[in-house]
């Protein structure tokens, strides 16, 4: 198997290094978040062992960030955060497993071969293209006909919500829930707020329209410009 551990503490590292090749893996070691993220999202491996505190960029954001991407390897916490609230957040982030340090190799081990044992992982995706729009997922960069567009955390969120949903129809509702996260109508103009101001961002100074309101439904992104 191909694992990436990210692990910061060098003793600790090594550690897993040695024991999984001796077992006849192949293993990438990053000692810090964001180093693990970029090798995550740009190779594909059967497993990770991600530590939850990290330099840089925590385990629990490397995780949300690669699950967002659609990368479904399989995650193994190793942390020495062993609190009911810490495994569940862990496994609510992501994670598919979850072992608190100090640990015996052994059992480390039969965890990584038994989420290795399960389907294999869907395709990653991590750039999403509609017309000359083009969503880097990991990068956090939007671009359109190759000038870069800057967007609020929020407004990406709303971007990709769209951009999956290419040429359907979205409702407010469908924005509050998968966007907001709410399941109410808080009767204010955010929805159309943020869409409006998405508009101008992507649509503005470009011939063709991307964004369109259907009156009395909501919205629909044109896969084709």
């Excluded at 609020?152 to 919500?161: A, C, D, N, V, W």
């Excluded at 409702?171 to 409006?196: A, C, Y």
Aim: no cysteine; net charge negative; aromatic share 6%.
């Amino acid at each position: 198997m191909k694992i990436l551990v990210i692990e910061d503490d060098n003793e600790t590292g090594a550690y897993l290094r040695r024991g999984l090749e001796e077992h006849g893996h192949v293993v990438d070691l990053a000692a810090n978040g964001r180093d693990g993220l970029f090798l995550a999202a740009a190779e594909a491996y059967d497993v990770m062992i991600v530590d939850r505190m990290l330099p840089g960029l925590d385990g629990l954001g490397v995780v949300k960030t690669v699950r967002g991407a659609g990368v479904r390897t399989p995650v193994l916490f190793l942390t020495t955060l062993g609190g009911v609230g810490d495994r569940v957040e862990g496994l609510e982030a992501g994670g598919d497993d979850y072992l608190v340090k100090p640990f015996a190799f052994a059992e480390l081990l039969a965890r990584v071969n038994a989420l290795a044992r399960r389907p294999p992982m869907a395709q990653i995706e991590t750039v999403l293209k509609i017309a000359d729009l083009e969503m880097d997922l990991i990068g956090r960069k939007v671009r359109r006909a190759g000038r870069e567009i800057d967007l609020q955390p929020r407004e990406f969120r709303l971007l990709e919500y769209l951009i999956r949903n290419a040429d359907r129809v979205v409702t407010r509702t469908m924005l509050l829930e998968n966007v907001w996260e709410f399941h109410f109508d808080p009767k204010t103009n955010i929805v159309e707020t943020h869409v409006s101001r998405l508009r101008s961002k992507v649509d503005k100074g470009f011939e063709a329209e991307l964004i369109e309101t259907v009156r009395g439904s909501g919205y629909r992104l044109r896969a084709a410009a």
